[in-house]
């Protein structure tokens, strides 16, 4: 093996070969590896208040925005600073299973100081995010909740591309942690934060390019808060959801029909940044049925008179199409479990209790328990049948798959390309994907209270 003395030396010396060879030397290094220590972390989320004990990958920020590119391998090392267990997932890659973070189920959670390489050469641009996969339910409501952004292999020509990680926490009025889940939270909608922010910062402002084109990138990664956005006198359009550019438009959402963007999804947008500056942009939400602002975007320097309608599309990610006529339907039910214990399966937490139940059965939710949901052939076409049997409504996410909504009980959907969809109060929802990723992919509600109180399983594809 090398020393890093040695491995330096000889770095320098590819590089000032190349460099004699008349090249330019950065072409001739690697792709940074990310080193990325899960570690706590104090910050200002309220003025002039340190929260402590917060989670995230620096001692003093919230967790940085990691870049890759599309079709580029990318690799994070991934260090567990913390007492607890933990591992480290990638929403919305399709990725080799192997690298898909899910205790038991891919990988063996990683003790104290323990560390895993994560590789993987991610097909799709778009927005995508990480999170922890165990000990979710506080490590998650600590912080750790971050943006992945895999850019295009061709420069979509925005002037600013800015990146809006909303979630809440719940601080007393000390600043610090209050309780981050209850037995009635956990039965219900889940239990919300009372401290809204973006970026881990209260309504911040960033700036953008005067008379310019920004893409802003909104991530819901809360783990509880199903978002009601919208952003008043903003000419703009919707050109991206979870991760994938749209097949059929949406609508630009407004305060009366604002976009609805559940624990886990994401949106790009695309927006005209007004024509003077200092003028501020808001990206408001409904709380408690009242317009909030979470972020803004202020217009700085001189215009650049840039219009929606010079920006060509976004080029589509490469999913297959299924074929419906060929298509099996599997059908799960998302429904109550008997109240009762769940005993704790591993080092990656239980709340104690269960609420939940996939197709009857509850799960531990980010280790595996039973057998999988169902196995479909690799390659093949499916309709997955999600039937809400409860009251409350569920952002449904399938790891490793990309699928899309085909039709519903309830309301007209619009088939885009997903991996959370939220399904409805007493909802069907027909969703269809090819099943061409081989592996055991986790499947599970994305409001971590229910996730860890029995709705959760997984999906083989073999
Ligand atoms: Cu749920």
Same mark, same amino acid.
């Given at each position: 093996?090398?020393?890093?003395?040695?491995?330096?030396?000889?770095?320098?010396?590819?590089?000032?070969?190349?460099?004699?060879?008349?090249?330019? =030397?950065?072409?001739?290094?690697?792709? =940074?590896?990310?080193?990325?220590?899960?570690?706590?972390?104090?910050?200002?989320?309220?003025? #002039?208040?340190?929260?402590?004990?917060?989670?995230?990958?620096?001692?003093?920020?919230?967790?940085?925005?990691?870049?890759?590119?599309?079709?580029?391998?990318f690799t @994070?090392?991934?260090?567990?600073?913390?007492?607890?267990? $933990?591992?480290?997932?990638?929403?919305?890659?399709?990725?080799?299973?192997?690298?898909?973070?899910?205790?038991?189920?891919?990988q063996?959670?990683?003790?104290?100081?323990?560390?895993?390489?994560? $590789?993987?050469?991610?097909? /799709?641009?778009?927005?995508?995010?990480y999170?922890?996969?165990?000990?979710?339910?506080?490590?998650m @409501?600590l912080?750790?909740?971050?943006?992945?952004?895999?850019?295009?292999?061709?420069?979509?020509?925005?002037?600013?591309?800015?990146?809006?990680?909303?979630?809440?926490f719940?601080?007393?009025?000390?600043?610090q942690?209050?309780?981050?889940?209850?037995?009635r939270?956990?039965a219900?909608?889940?239990?919300?934060? #009372?401290v809204?922010?973006? #970026?881990? /910062?209260q309504?911040?402002v960033?700036?953008?390019r005067?008379?310019?084109?920004?893409?802003?990138?909104?991530l819901?990664?809360?783990?509880?808060?199903?978002?009601?956005?919208?952003?008043?006198?903003?000419?703009?359009?919707?050109?991206?959801?979870?991760?994938?550019?749209?097949?059929?438009?949406?609508?630009?959402?407004?305060?009366?029909?604002?976009l609805?963007?559940?624990?886990?999804?994401r949106?790009?947008?695309?927006?005209?940044?007004?024509?003077?500056?200092?003028?501020?942009l808001?990206?408001?939400?409904?709380?408690?049925?009242?317009?909030?602002?979470l @972020?803004?975007?202020?217009?700085?320097?001189?215009?650049?008179?840039?219009k929606l309608?010079?920006?060509?599309?976004?080029?589509?990610?490469?999913?297959?199409? =299924?074929?419906?006529?060929?298509?099996?339907?599997?059908?799960?039910?998302?429904?109550?479990? =008997?109240?009762? /214990?769940?005993?704790?399966?591993?080092?990656?937490?239980?709340?104690?209790?269960?609420?939940?139940?996939?197709?009857?059965?509850?799960?531990?939710?980010?280790?595996?328990?039973?057998g999988?949901?169902?196995?479909?052939?690799l390659?093949?076409?499916?309709?997955?049948?999600?039937?809400?049997?409860s009251p409350?409504?569920?952002?449904?996410?399938?790891?490793?798959?990309?699928?899309k909504?085909?039709?519903s009980?309830?309301?007209?959907?619009?088939?885009?390309?997903?991996?959370?969809?939220l399904?409805?109060?007493?909802?069907?929802?027909?969703?269809?994907?090819?099943? /061409?990723?081989?592996?055991?992919?986790?499947?599970?509600?994305?409001?971590?209270e229910?996730?860890?109180?029995?709705?959760?399983?997984?999906?083989?594809?073999?």
């Amino acid at each position: 093996m090398l020393h890093r003395r040695q491995f330096l030396q000889s770095a320098a010396a590819s590089i000032s070969a190349a460099g004699l060879a008349g090249c330019d =030397p950065s072409e001739f290094l690697a792709p =940074p590896t990310n080193n990325l220590d899960i570690q706590h972390a104090r910050y200002n989320v309220v003025p #002039n208040v340190t929260t402590t004990n917060m989670v995230s990958l620096s001692p003093d920020a919230a967790p940085s925005v990691l870049r890759a590119r599309q079709g580029v391998p990318f690799t @994070a090392t991934v260090t567990n600073r913390l007492s607890d267990y $933990t591992t480290m997932h990638w929403h919305g890659i399709r990725l080799p299973n192997e690298m898909d973070g899910v205790p038991y189920l891919t990988q063996f959670p990683l003790g104290k100081d323990e560390s895993f390489t994560y $590789t993987f050469t991610p097909p /799709d641009a778009g927005t995508y995010w990480y999170h922890p996969h165990c000990m979710t339910m506080e490590q998650m @409501a600590l912080g750790l909740t971050g943006a992945l952004i895999v850019d295009e292999a061709e420069d979509p020509g925005f002037n600013d591309d800015i990146i809006l990680n909303l979630r809440d926490f719940r601080l007393g009025k000390d600043g610090q942690f209050k309780e981050l889940f209850t037995p009635r939270g956990a039965a219900r909608g889940g239990t919300l934060g #009372n401290v809204r922010t973006c #970026n881990w /910062d209260q309504n911040p402002v960033y700036d953008a390019r005067t008379g310019g084109v920004a893409r802003v990138r909104v991530l819901a990664t809360d783990i509880t808060r199903i978002y009601k956005l919208f952003l008043p006198n903003t000419r703009g359009r919707i050109i991206a959801l979870d991760g994938h550019p749209l097949l059929t438009p949406l609508p630009w959402p407004t305060e009366q029909a604002p976009l609805t963007l559940s624990p886990g999804q994401r949106v790009d947008l695309a927006i005209e940044i007004p024509e003077r500056e200092g003028t501020e942009l808001n990206l408001m939400a409904l709380i408690g049925g009242r317009p909030k602002s979470l @972020a803004r975007i202020r217009a700085m320097g001189r215009s650049d008179n840039r219009k929606l309608e010079e920006l060509n599309p976004l080029a589509a990610n490469n999913i297959s199409e =299924p074929n419906l006529q060929s298509a099996e339907t599997h059908e799960f039910v998302f429904g109550w479990s =008997p109240s009762g /214990d769940l005993p704790d399966n591993g080092f990656c937490g239980s709340l104690g209790y269960t609420f939940w139940s996939i197709n009857r059965a509850p799960w531990a939710g980010d280790a595996s328990g039973t057998g999988p949901l169902a196995t479909l052939k690799l390659g093949d076409s499916y309709i997955l049948r999600l039937r809400n049997e409860s009251p409350n409504v569920h952002p449904i996410h399938l790891h490793g798959l990309t699928f899309k909504p085909i039709r519903s009980n309830k309301r007209q959907v619009l088939p885009n390309w997903t991996d959370t969809a939220l399904l409805l109060k007493e909802e069907t929802l027909d969703v269809a994907l090819v099943a /061409d990723n081989p592996g055991d992919w986790a499947f599970h509600c994305h409001v971590i209270e229910h996730q860890k109180t029995g709705l959760a399983g997984y999906i083989r594809v073999a």
